[in-house]
Nanobody, 120 residues
Framework: QVQLVESGGGLVQAGGSLRLSCAAS????????MGWYRQAPGNKREVVAL???????NYAGSVKGRCTISRDNAKNTVYLQMNSLKPEDTAVYYC??????????????WGQGTQVTVSS
């Protein structure tokens, strides 16, 4: 069984920063691509940032220049550093990872979500 556990969300004023973490645990053989998504009330879930197994990154236009995604493969953890936060960044943030488990089956996993609220 594989689990993703997020942490680091919270309430912050506009212009502030937050760092989200997502740790994968369980029967993991290898982590592939990882990413962060978000969903605001009434909206569809959207991609925020992606990072490949080799460290290549991609960002949504709305966060480019303000967010940095990184990963620590030794810790099976992906991070999202968010700076210059805006009220429109308010959402539940979800971690996603494509993981080869111990049976060498590749599957898609999601965390439970962490709330980020940016006050104006």
């Amino acid at each position: 069984q594989v689990q993703l556990v997020e942490s680091g969300g919270g309430l912050v004023q506009a212009g502030g920063s937050l760092r989200l973490s997502c740790a994968a645990s369980g029967s993991i053989s290898r982590l592939n691509a990882m990413g962060w998504y978000r969903q605001a009330p009434g909206n569809k879930r959207e991609v925020v940032a992606l990072i490949s197994s080799g460290g290549s990154t991609n960002y949504a236009g709305s966060v480019k220049g303000r967010c940095t995604i990184s990963r620590d493969n030794a810790k099976n953890t992906v991070y999202l550093q968010m700076n210059s936060l805006k009220p429109e960044d308010t959402a539940v943030y979800y971690c996603n990872a494509k993981i080869w488990d111990s049976n060498f089956v590749l599957d898609d996993y999601w965390g439970q979500g962490t709330q980020v609220t940016v006050s104006s």
